[in-house]
């Protein structure tokens, strides 16, 4: 009775769980994850989307080039490759430097969740090894523990 109990829990789960996934909302399945941290099922971790088509241009720029698209980092001394090499960067939209996208932001919290939820039985260990490193250390000590 128990077993037959648990899998009902756990296809209905699975199911709202698809089904806030297949929406590609991050915040719902951050959510979904956070109620879900509770119960000891398997979860699984949110996939953040690809864009196949999406490339950067390593090396020079051609005739023509938008001059705002970035080609090298400000700092780098290496030579431009001639002609411009498209790499593959299909996780380029995850890239915000200023933290305001949110989608990405709402996939980070989903990716947050699911490490909590799934590192959750690890709090005990964690609390007793951050009081050993404490143990180990003076607060004015300017050295590495032992």
């Known amino acids: 009775m128990l077993l037959k109990f648990s899998l009902l829990v756990l296809s209905r789960t699975t199911n709202s769980f698809q089904a806030a996934a297949g929406q590609r909302s991050y ?27 999406r490339s950067v241009f390593a ?5 023509g080039w938008d001059p705002k698209m ?10 431009l490759l001639d002609p411009p090499v498209a790499v593959p960067d299909p996780y380029g939209w995850l890239r915000d430097d200023k933290r305001t996208k949110k989608e990405v932001l709402d996939h980070l919290k989903a990716e947050n969740a699911y490490s909590q939820s799934m ?23 300017f050295t590495t523990p032992r």
């Open 27 to 53: 915040r719902a399945i951050a959510t979904k994850l956070q109620t879900m941290a509770t119960s000891t099922e398997v979860l699984s971790p949110p996939v953040a989307r690809r864009e196949e088509d």
């Open 59 to 63: 090396g020079v720029a051609p005739e």
């Open 70 to 79: 970035p080609r090298q980092s400000n700092d780098s001394t290496e030579t």
């Open 119 to 141: 590192t959750k039985h690890l709090g005990q260990l964690q609390e007793s090894l951050y009081s050993e490193f404490l143990s180990s250390i003076k607060e004015t000590d």
